[in-house]
């Protein structure tokens, strides 16, 4: 099982990343996703969710507006479009999959929103 994220670097306040996060090893249809996020000192974070096989989405307050999650099953993949970016948003963007009692997680992309 593998969740691989790319699309992490530098960006200027205000500019846009698309993060991507490419499954394997698994039914990727079949499981939930999730982005989460973890910033210097803080907790990780639940940042944006999309049900399977690609119904609900759930953002939190934090980036709803700015952010938006989308999944292709035919690809294996998992996107988080993020717009407007803040330096708040600065953190190590992890993606996970879930289904029943099962959890994957990635290794992470760094997101870093700076002048």
């Known amino acids: 099982v593998q969740l691989v994220e790319s699309g992490g670097g530098l960006v200027q306040p205000g500019g846009s990343l698309r993060l991507s996060c490419a499954a394997s090893g698994f039914t990727f249809s079949t499981y939930n996703m999730r982005w989460y996020r973890q910033a210097p000192g803080k907790e990780r974070e639940l940042v944006a969710a999309?049900?399977?096989?690609?119904?609900?989405?759930q953002y939190a307050d934090s980036v709803k507006g700015r952010f938006t999650i989308s999944r292709d099953n035919a690809k294996n993949t998992m996107y988080l479009q993020m717009n407007s970016l803040k330096p708040e948003d600065t953190a190590v963007y992890y993606c996970n999959a879930y289904f029943a009692f099962i959890d994957y997680w990635g290794q992470g992309t760094q997101v870093t929103v700076s002048s």
């Open positions: 999309i049900a399977s096989p690609g119904g609900s989405t």
